[in-house]
């Protein structure tokens, strides 16, 4: 049921949920002070100059050694597998051209446990995380629950370290043309599919074409937008054509990647989680695949029930070696309490949620503070400001709403420890992030506001009302913050907005502004920028719908600037100052994914995609021991 609260009484509300917050405190860099954003973090130590490990003959963790052997796949297997040798094979040469960003953070990602239980019997080896009840397993559209479901289940070609640095991954490697215009992957040629089918160059060509058809294409533009400066992908994305000329298939195992201009963020994108390759033969004759998709990677979908249970089984045809874990099981259940309650009785492993979710953890004094892993996705929640309908069509009207209604106190009273404000696109996760002195900000000013909106075109009559629409599936903390500022607005502007919960990828037509979110998982300004400013974008042309040519040409600089040149940065803060300038949308708060972790899960750890390896990991024996301590990068 909505509530109403005036400024006054919400103001009320707000100071005694805050007295709870004293301080912020979750896993991580310490945070700033509500009022302003978090310090720019330090940038993130080189990584060791050692070279890309082999394949299997890499070095395992700790605890992976200690694992009970995981069965391999079965000598009858349709997939051809390495034979059986006394000795290992030769070593394959892993190079790779990495060029790194300037001042990448070190991520607040990694909490290690100092100590490991004896791990349960194989045929035990069973994960049960929980997740808070939205979406089905669909990687390209609207409501697909997307990016662990595509790390457990599939591979992109490059992939983030826990330093946010790039890495092979599916491809061995990959070389670049000294113009900047051409990118070469190779392959394993060990790969194979979930069904056993090796996995070849032309395999990976398809599934990206598939994924930029204009019916796959994900409401945010997550592949596309990766996709958008290869030559012919154009035509792919508009309907026009089913193949992009940019994409080469050299040979099996290699591909080559023609651009139109050259992008130096490029292999970060190659590590973005909509780049993981699923067998789209299967997709083009199978209006069911996503049922039972078959990818590449280590886990494979046993069981889909609508977004209500999914079920994975560890793949045996993945060529790699196996995983400890046989299976993993993830219900759904939205309730926080039953959440709770299932882990206080081991009866789940992982609970992942929203950002607000569960506020006792976040306290430092709880006693499972030391189980919480907050994951900074380097991404924002946000509400989308559509320019083509008044009154929003006016920048005044949208300054004003920016100015007035208190986003620091609502964030804090609705999220609690869980939520820190968002300030711009760029997070501090993300290289070229803007501070507090340099970022234009939406301070909270009643006064300044009403002189906007009297600046206005509508200053001195009616206001149109306004529609804010929320997509169901979440937790009921967005429909408490978008009542919070409803009533603040009203209070202090006289705006009467009116509020609508829909089915995820059904706005309503008549909506004026929808509640969003990005995940910037390349840790680099020109994705989430070009994402929501440039007018090209299918982001923006869905969302906000507007032109600014100026903001065009100021990303387009910052796109054409190499990594390491110096003025990069200043570059892409000049195009994220513009946009905010221009009140194009309403940052709200940063996406921190929290994770309750047990503490018999060995191995948990995650990378800027927001994701935990499932090939890593290992159960002890469900006990709550003394919590171990725990470090914290």
């Not at 195009?575 to 921190?592: C, D, M």
């Amino acid at each position: 049921m909505l509530f109403k609260l005036t400024s006054a009484k919400y103001l009320l509300v707000a100071a005694l949920s805050l007295t709870l917050v004293v301080a912020i405190a979750c896993g991580g860099a310490d945070e700033a002070a509500p009022a302003a954003p978090a310090a720019k973090p330090a940038p993130a130590p080189a990584p060791k100059a050692a070279a890309p490990a082999e394949k299997k003959e890499a070095a395992k963790p700790a605890a992976k050694a200690a694992a009970p052997a995981a069965p391999k796949k079965a000598a009858a297997a349709a997939a051809p597998k390495k034979a059986a040798a006394a000795a290992p094979a030769a070593p394959k040469k892993r190079t790779i051209n990495v060029v790194q960003s300037q001042a990448a953070p070190t991520p607040s990602t990694s909490v290690a446990v100092t100590a490991q239980k004896p791990l349960l019997p194989a045929d035990e080896q069973i994960l049960k995380p929980l997740r808070y009840g939205c979406c089905n397993t669909m990687p390209y559209r609207e409501g697909g629950w997307g990016r662990q479901f595509m790390q457990w289940t599939s591979m992109q070609p490059m992939k983030f370290d826990k330093m946010n640095q790039v890495q092979p991954h599916l491809a061995l490697s990959y070389d670049l043309s000294a113009d900047g215009l051409t990118y070469t992957l190779k392959f394993d040629p060990d790969a194979v599919f979930t069904d056993g089918t090796p996995l070849t160059a032309a395999d990976v060509k398809k599934a990206w074409e598939f994924g930029s058809m204009p019916e796959q294409q994900v409401s945010w533009g997550g592949l596309v937008s990766n996709l958008k400066d290869v030559q012919g992908i154009e035509a792919v994305k508009t309907g026009e054509g089913t193949t992009a000329s940019g994409l080469v298939v050299i040979d099996a195992h290699t591909l080559q990647i023609n651009m139109v201009k050259p992008d130096p963020v490029y292999p970060k994108k190659l590590s973005q989680w909509l780049m993981g390759v699923w067998k789209a033969a299967q997709a083009e004759q199978d209006p069911d695949w996503v049922e039972h998709p078959i990818g590449v990677g280590p886990f494979t979908v046993t069981a889909d029930l609508d977004g209500k249970y999914l079920e994975l089984q560890r793949n045996d045809n993945w060529w790699k070696d196996a995983p400890t874990l046989v299976k993993v099981e993830l219900p759904a259940v939205p309730d926080k309490q039953t959440q709770m309650v299932m882990f206080e009785n081991a009866e789940v492993d992982i609970i992942f949620s929203s950002p607000g979710f569960q506020a006792e953890p976040h306290d430092p004094a709880h006693k499972y503070h030391n189980l919480l892993y907050r994951i900074p996705y380097g991404g924002i929640y946000y509400y989308a400001l559509d320019h083509s309908k008044p009154p929003l069509d006016d920048q005044n009207v949208r300054a004003a709403i920016a100015h007035g209604h208190d986003q620091n106190l609502i964030v804090k009273s609705v999220f609690g420890f869980g939520g820190i404000p968002a300030y711009g696109l760029v997070t501090p996760e993300t290289a070229c992030y803007m501070d507090e002195s340099m970022n234009p900000g939406y301070e909270y000013d009643p006064a300044k506001a009403r002189d906007l909106l009297a600046k206005s075109k509508y200053g001195g009559g009616t206001i149109p009302p306004m529609l804010i629409s929320l997509p169901a599936g979440y937790d009921d903390n967005w429909v408490r913050y978008t009542e919070a500022m409803q009533a603040q607005l009203k209070e202090n502007l006289g705006l009467n907005l009116k509020i609508q919960v829909y089915e995820r990828g059904q706005t309503p037509p008549d909506s004026n502004f929808s509640r969003r979110s990005m995940g910037i998982t390349t840790a680099d300004p020109a994705y989430p920028i070009w994402l929501q400013g440039h007018s090209q974008s299918p982001t923006n042309q869905s969302r906000s719908k507007f032109v600014d040519p100026e903001l065009d040409k100021l990303i387009e600089a910052g796109e054409a600037m190499g990594l390491n040149d110096p003025g990069r940065c200043a570059a892409w803060q000049a195009a994220e100052k513009r946009f905010l300038e221009g009140y194009h949308l309403l940052p709200t708060i940063q996406v921190n994914y929290p994770y309750l972790v047990a503490p018999w899960v060995n191995n948990f750890d995650m990378s800027v995609n927001n994701d935990f390896s499932l090939d890593v990991i290992s159960l002890s024996e469900r006990v709550f021991f003394d919590l171990p301590e725990r470090r914290r990068k």
